[in-house]
């Protein structure tokens, strides 16, 4: 893992509330089509994701989905299926992968 990560990962904790920061289950970083990288930290009973992209920290709760894991706010939402995960911001929408 690259130094970045690092510091991104330590973000997103520092952003979060003690209590729930040592709760942390998961940290993935995801590389996209379009260039975008970001890191989602998923904690346990929450149903929300955390994400730390384009240099801000945000919270995305979770959204009824179809098919796979749909978390959403405002103009971002991040879809995670089986085989795909995608990020939208706005109308632009780009395929993204677990590194």
């Keep these: ?3 970045s990560h690092f510091i991104a990962i330590a973000v997103v904790a520092a952003a979060m509330p003690w209590p729930t920061a040592a709760l942390a289950q998961t940290f993935s970083t995801y590389q996209c089509r379009d260039g975008a990288q970001f890191v989602a930290a998923f904690y346990k009973g929450e149903k929300a994701v955390h994400l730390q ?3 801000k920290s945000m919270r995305l709760p979770k ?3 179809a098919i796979g894991t749909r978390y959403a706010k405002n103009d971002i939402t991040l879809r995670i299926m089986k085989t795909t995960t995608t990020l939208q911001r706005g109308t632009r929408m780009t395929e993204c992968t677990a590194k």
């Design 63 to 65: 959204r009824v989905a």
């Design 53 to 55: 992209l384009d240099g």
């Design 1 to 3: 893992m690259r130094p």
